[in-house]
């Protein structure tokens, strides 16, 4: 799992804090990522609420930054008899726009999109040689 379930609880602590500072463009950042590392550990729920929340925020303030949200929103919401494979590709390209967004890896994607094509949690992430940004 390497350091995701940290991650998350950083990412976790960091939502709550942008939010009692009114810190909109970093709270929806920060639930943007929280809805990797969820996805990474196989909480679909908490993965799908988090991108939806980041996107509905990232929408109200007309910021280009909602295309990756609302795609990942998309592909966690997408039913299991749907073609989803492209949809969690289409959300980390529109990460690359923003460094602040997590950004996976080649290995690290196809890891992802097989686990949420399957819904299973993901034990071993990588295949390749990538360096992940979780360690």
């Given at each position: 799992?390497?350091?995701?379930?940290?991650?998350?609880?950083?990412?976790?602590?960091?939502?709550?804090?942008?939010?009692?500072?009114?810190?909109?463009?970093?709270?929806?950042?920060?639930?943007?990522?929280?809805?990797?590392?969820?996805?990474?550990?196989?909480?679909?729920?908490?993965?799908?609420?988090?991108?939806?929340?980041?996107?509905?925020?990232?929408?109200?303030?007309?910021?280009?930054?909602?295309?990756?949200?609302?795609?990942?929103?998309?592909?966690?919401?997408?039913?299991a008899d749907q073609d989803?494979?492209?949809?969690?590709?289409?959300?980390?390209?529109?990460?690359?726009?923003?460094?602040?967004?997590?950004?996976?890896?080649?290995?690290?994607?196809?890891?992802?999109?097989?686990?949420?094509?399957?819904?299973?949690?993901?034990?071993?992430?990588?295949?390749?040689?990538?360096?992940?940004?979780?360690?």
């Amino acid at each position: 799992m390497g350091r995701v379930a940290e991650a998350l609880a950083d990412f976790s602590a960091a939502v709550a804090t942008a939010a009692a500072l009114g810190q909109d463009r970093l709270e929806r950042i920060v639930r943007t990522n929280l809805a990797w590392a969820s996805l990474h550990l196989g909480d679909w729920d908490a993965a799908a609420a988090a991108a939806r929340q980041a996107a509905n925020r990232l929408t109200s303030s007309s910021t280009a930054d909602a295309a990756a949200s609302l795609a990942l929103t998309e592909a966690l919401e997408a039913s299991a008899d749907q073609d989803i494979g492209e949809l969690p590709r289409r959300a980390a390209e529109r990460t690359h726009a923003n460094p602040d967004f997590h950004r996976p890896a080649p290995g690290e994607m196809t890891a992802l999109v097989f686990a949420l094509t399957r819904r299973e949690v993901i034990t071993d992430v990588y295949h390749g040689d990538e360096e992940s940004a979780w360690t």
